[in-house]
């Protein structure tokens, strides 16, 4: 069990290894983000140094969207590399850092077709933009500090949750209020150590050590700390 969870961890690490290289290359992301299949509206987001400048040339409106202000909607149309037209969409600038990925980031809003969607994707991609991979948005959020590593996980949870308590869980979540209970047991048990070895290191300056008594019962609060979070 070791093993695996040794071999887990270092896919892990591989894999956000690659994630940076790719945002240090400066690569600029594109994929659909809403379910495969029909719906009225689907969505395809594009994120990167260079998704202003994708859009700029897969999008027809009143204004290039390299002119629109941050987090307002344009209506226009989206062509192909042909420049055949494929559909009408409303598209939104969102800004760095004030976006999901920290990053410039396009969202597109077109009909919900799985071909034209498709196709949507596509021009986006004959524009520059390389295909995300699973996860790989959030996966930026996480790197460009728009979430913690706890948060991240909750996105995933919040997708998945087929239950009010599975759902309410990974909205708290997904606030961050895990990662500020982790970062409070974090933060007591460093307190506690610090004491210990300045009792030990300096006691000609009168710290005295906590006793058996009470240093068992700052870390049983801890431990209970610790035994709620994974009931």
Same mark, same amino acid.
């Given at each position: 069990?070791?093993?695996?969870?040794?071999?887990?961890?270092?896919?892990?690490?591989?894999?956000?290894?690659?994630? #940076?290289?790719?945002?240090? +290359?400066?690569?600029?992301?594109?994929?659909?983000?809403?379910?495969?299949?029909?719906?009225?509206?689907?969505?395809?987001?594009?994120?990167?140094?260079?998704? !202003?400048?994708?859009?700029?040339?897969?999008?027809?409106?009143? #204004?290039?969207?390299?002119?629109?202000?941050?987090? !307002?909607?344009?209506?226009?149309?989206?062509?192909?590399?042909?420049?055949?037209?494929?559909?009408? !969409?409303?598209?939104?600038?969102?800004?760095?850092?004030?976006?999901?990925? *920290?990053?410039?980031?396009?969202?597109?809003?077109?009909?919900?077709?799985?071909? !034209?969607?498709?196709?949507?994707?596509?021009?986006?991609?004959?524009?520059?933009?390389?295909? +995300?991979?699973?996860?790989?948005?959030?996966?930026? +959020?996480?790197?460009?500090?728009?979430?913690?590593?706890?948060?991240?996980?909750?996105?995933?949870?919040?997708?998945?949750?087929?239950?009010?308590?599975?759902?309410?869980?990974?909205?708290?979540?997904?606030?961050?209020?895990?990662?500020?209970?982790?970062?409070?047991?974090?933060?007591?048990?460093?307190?506690?150590?610090?004491?210990?070895?300045?009792?030990?290191?300096?006691? #000609? #300056?009168?710290?005295?050590?906590?006793?058996?008594?009470?240093?068992? *019962?700052?870390?049983?609060?801890?431990?209970?700390?610790?035994?709620?979070?994974?009931?």
């Amino acid at each position: 069990m070791h093993r695996s969870i040794e071999r887990n961890s270092a896919e892990s690490l591989t894999n956000l290894k690659t994630e #940076e290289e790719s945002i240090i +290359a400066g690569e600029t992301i594109a994929a659909i983000s809403t379910p495969a299949g029909e719906g009225a509206i689907a969505l395809v987001r594009i994120s990167g140094a260079d998704a !202003v400048a994708v859009a700029d040339r897969v999008f027809r409106g009143k #204004e290039e969207p390299s002119r629109f202000a941050s987090h !307002v909607q344009h209506f226009g149309e989206i062509f192909d590399r042909a420049d055949r037209l494929i559909d009408q !969409v409303v598209l939104s600038i969102h800004r760095a850092p004030a976006s999901y990925t *920290g990053e410039d980031l396009v969202e597109i809003s077109c009909h919900g077709g799985t071909l !034209v969607t498709a196709k949507v994707l596509e021009a986006c991609l004959q524009a520059g933009a390389h295909s +995300a991979r699973p996860g790989e948005f959030t996966e930026r +959020a996480f790197l460009n500090g728009k979430m913690d590593l706890t948060q991240a996980e909750a996105v995933i949870d919040l997708i998945r949750a087929k239950t009010d308590l599975a759902l309410r869980s990974a909205t708290e979540q997904l606030e961050g209020r895990l990662g500020e209970k982790i970062r409070k047991i974090r933060d007591d048990l460093i307190s506690l150590l610090a004491h210990i070895d300045a009792s030990i290191d300096f006691p #000609e #300056e009168g710290i005295a050590p906590d006793e058996g008594e009470t240093l068992r *019962g700052r870390l049983d609060s801890v431990r209970e700390e610790i035994d709620a979070l994974l009931a």
